[in-house]
T-cell receptor, first 109, second 112 residues
Framework: QKEVEQNSGPLSVPEGAIASLNCTYSDRVSQSFFWYRQYSGKSPELIMSIYSNGDKEDGRFTAQLNKASQYVSLLIRDSQPSDSATYLCAVKTGYIPTFGRGTSLIVHP | DVKVTQSSRYLVKRTGEKVFLECVQDMDHENMFWYRQDPGLGLRLIYFSYDVKMKEKGDIPEGYSVSREKKERFSLILESASTNQTSMYLC???????????FGPGTRLTVL
């Protein structure tokens, strides 16, 4: 059974701070890793994809992958209230991704 | 931009009705997926399709069927709707097995 674990939160950070979201996975042969943002009542929206060990930066977002330790993280710099949402981690081997249940992030002014 | 559309944002049906949920993507993606999402349970895969007329069961296929007659369209069918099928239904597509999924806006189905 493939598992993807996320802390459900909520993670509360002040505006302007760095938010750090973490995800661990069980399947060692996983090859593709994704972070989605989901606002309440809306569908998931892709933020980042990462395929190799190390960091990948896109604007205020940085995804970090460590395959040896089987974790992937998302850093959000200069957090804004508009970043308040649930963040889903997805790990893929083959056709089907396995999603975590998401971490709720609250950015307070 | 990838666009995935779903036929309805909100739908209310009666117990026992046959329900069709339609999903269309415009990026020539091979793979299409149907999920339901419920509070505390996360995303659960109902069915997926990796090619026209091909379908595979996901984790919770009971009470559902699917149809993929054309590459761009993937339909989810509830043969006889029940109240426990009240949920948010999400369609997604991806280009290849490795690539990210893109989601439609979702259909919030209520079965009375």
């Amino acid at each position: 059974q493939k598992e993807v674990e996320q802390n459900s939160g909520p993670l509360s950070v002040p505006e302007g701070a760095i938010a750090s979201l973490n995800c661990t996975y069980s399947d060692r042969v996983s090859q593709s890793f994704f972070w989605y943002r989901q606002y309440s009542g809306k569908s998931p929206e892709l933020i980042m994809s990462i395929y190799s060990n190390g960091d990948k930066e896109d604007g205020r977002f940085t995804a970090q992958l460590n395959k040896a330790s089987q974790y992937v993280s998302l850093l959000i710099r200069d957090s804004q209230p508009s970043d308040s949402a649930t963040y889903l981690c997805a790990v893929k081997t083959g056709y089907i991704p396995t999603f975590g249940r998401g971490t709720s992030l609250i950015v307070h002014p | 931009d990838v666009k995935v559309t779903q036929s309805s944002r909100y739908l209310v049906k009666r117990t026992g009705e046959k329900v069709f949920l339609e999903c269309v993507q415009d990026m020539d993606h091979e793979n299409m997926f149907w999920y339901r999402q419920d509070p505390g349970l996360g995303l659960r895969l109902i069915y997926f399709s990796y090619d026209v007329k091909m379908k595979e069961k996901g984790d919770i296929p009971e009470g559902y069927s699917v149809s993929r007659e054309k590459k761009e369209r993937f339909s989810l069918i509830l043969e006889s709707a029940s109240t426990n099928q009240t949920s948010m239904y999400l369609c997604a597509s991806s280009a290849t097995s490795a690539n990210e999924q893109f989601f439609g806006p979702g259909t919030r189905l209520t079965v009375l």
